[in-house]
């Protein structure tokens, strides 16, 4: 079982920032592949940003040049830095960590940001 625990999520100002963090809980082995997705009211989930255990970074088109995601293997803790938030940012937002055969996912974090 892999537990990802999520943080950092708010309300903030358009052109505001704020950081995502999430770290797997008890963990005792790497992985690999670790990212954020996001989900809008009444919108299917997009991929935000991935990275690998060596670094090798993918971000969905509407937050290139914007958010930048970062990762520390020692403990499998992820971030994701946003810069210059839209509104069209609002979303909850999930960390993911697929492991073992299964696509594990955080609780989500709502960020929220206001024009």
């Known amino acids: 079982q892999v537990q990802l625990v999520e943080s950092g999520g708010g309300l903030v100002q358009a052109g505001g920032s704020l950081r995502l963090s999430c770290t797997v809980a008890r963990s005792v082995f790497n992985i690999n592949l670790m990212g954020w997705y996001r989900q809008a009211l009444n919108k299917q989930r997009e991929l935000v940003a991935t990275?690998?255990?060596?670094?090798?970074?993918n971000y969905g088109d509407s937050v290139k040049g914007r958010f930048t995601i970062s990762r520390n293997n020692a403990n499998n803790t992820v971030w994701l830095q946003m810069n210059s938030l839209k509104p069209e940012d609002t979303a909850v937002y999930y960390c993911?960590?697929?492991?073992?055969?299964?696509?594990?996912w955080g609780q989500g974090t709502q960020v929220t940001v206001s024009s």
């Open positions: 990275i690998t255990s060596g670094k090798t970074t």
């Open positions: 993911n960590a697929p492991a073992f055969g299964h696509n594990y």
